[in-house]
């Protein structure tokens, strides 16, 4: 049933500790109604991921929201995937190895619920993409009019202007399908992509994690337990006393966009070569002698600041305050 006056929102996910992070956010904002979580490969295999949105869900109590499970393999049809495990745990959750869910997925695959919902609510369904965006690229071959049809895609990838955390070149989502995210960038949508030049400026910070422990939220208790191997890694890949929010800060971008700010190109991606996956925005006010690969494929918007004290606080509350 929809929730009057709400942002529909479709989270395309592959949990992963700052997945679990910006699913519980979402959940637990009034100004949007998640209508169902879309499932990808990424800091985990696609099945774990199905398996963790489930999970994840009955924990919050949202059983009702549905899962649709994803991709298996990248656009190309390569299952040789890179998944970050190191990151986020074997099971994708620090480690902890949580009981199976009860809960099933759909049986509609991820790109099929993201083209239904957006043809039943036409210009009204924003997509989170916090994974690569192989299902994306899919719902826009089903259907090409995809991009006109959904509201907005709100996508945590690229590194704009800074380096990747994959390599110098490229961060990891778009390192985890570089064709896919090619597609997606240039189909014309709406698009705001948060890169780690944003979410690299927006830490949750050690004093912030004895709030979370303190906290008698089912949110916070439940993130005490899966975020230690988060911070040990930041610790030891990145020597902060911290971690990155990734994925909850894309979902604040969804939420109140006006904590960032953007500016708008068109975006392409390398495929090949030592920095494939790189994201090369072009600003459009240089007239170039010669056709480009970007000459006269749409913009998008790509995030330029953001004010983290904000994101990082709203974040909090939403963790904290259930
Ligand atoms: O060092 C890394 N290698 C691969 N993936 C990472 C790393 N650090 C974070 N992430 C994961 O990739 C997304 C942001 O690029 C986030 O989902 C984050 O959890």
Request: hydrophobic share 40%; with cysteine; net charge negative.
């Amino acid at each position: 049933m929809g929730e009057a006056g709400k942002k529909k929102v479709i989270i395309d996910t592959d949990p992963g500790i700052d997945d679990a992070m910006a699913i519980f956010v979402a959940l637990n904002s009034p100004e949007i109604e998640v209508i169902g979580l879309t499932t990808i490969y990424g800091n985990v295999y696609t099945t774990l991921a199905t398996r963790n949105a489930l999970h994840l869900l009955e924990v919050a109590g949202r059983c009702d929201v549905p899962v649709a499970e994803g991709s298996h393999v990248t656009l190309m049809k390569t299952t040789k995937l890179r998944i970050a495990s190191f990151v986020h745990g074997t099971d994708g959750l620090g480690n902890q190895n949580f009981l199976p869910p009860n809960g099933q997925p759909i049986g509609q695959s991820a790109p099929s619920f993201l083209v239904e919902q957006a043809n039943l609510y036409p210009g009204e369904v924003t997509v989170v993409a916090l994974g690569p965006l192989t299902n994306l690229a899919l719902a826009i071959e089903e259907d090409p009019d995809f991009p006109k049809k959904v509201g907005q895609i709100v996508i945590l990838g690229g590194a704009f202007w800074v380096n990747g955390n994959v390599n110098p070149a490229t961060e990891a989502n778009i390192f985890g399908d570089p064709e896919a995210a090619d597609v997606v960038f240039t189909c014309g949508a709406d698009i705001l992509a948060i890169g780690i030049n944003i979410t690299h400026q927006v830490i949750l910070k050690d004093a912030d994690l004895e709030k979370i422990e303190k906290s008698n939220s089912k949110f916070a208790q439940y993130l005490c337990k899966i975020l230690g191997l988060y911070f040990s890694y930041h610790r030891e890949a990145y020597h902060i006393n911290g971690v990155y929010l990734h994925d909850p800060t894309t979902v604040i971008a969804a939420i109140n966009p006006s904590l960032l700010t953007y500016t708008e190109g068109v975006v392409r991606v390398q495929t090949s070569g030592i920095t494939r996956g790189l994201t090369v925005f072009d600003n459009t006010t240089k007239r170039y002698a010669e056709m480009t690969p970007w000459t006269g494929k749409p913009k998008i918007k790509v995030a330029v600041t953001v004010d983290s004290p904000a994101v990082v606080q709203l974040v909090m509350d939403r963790l904290i305050n259930t």
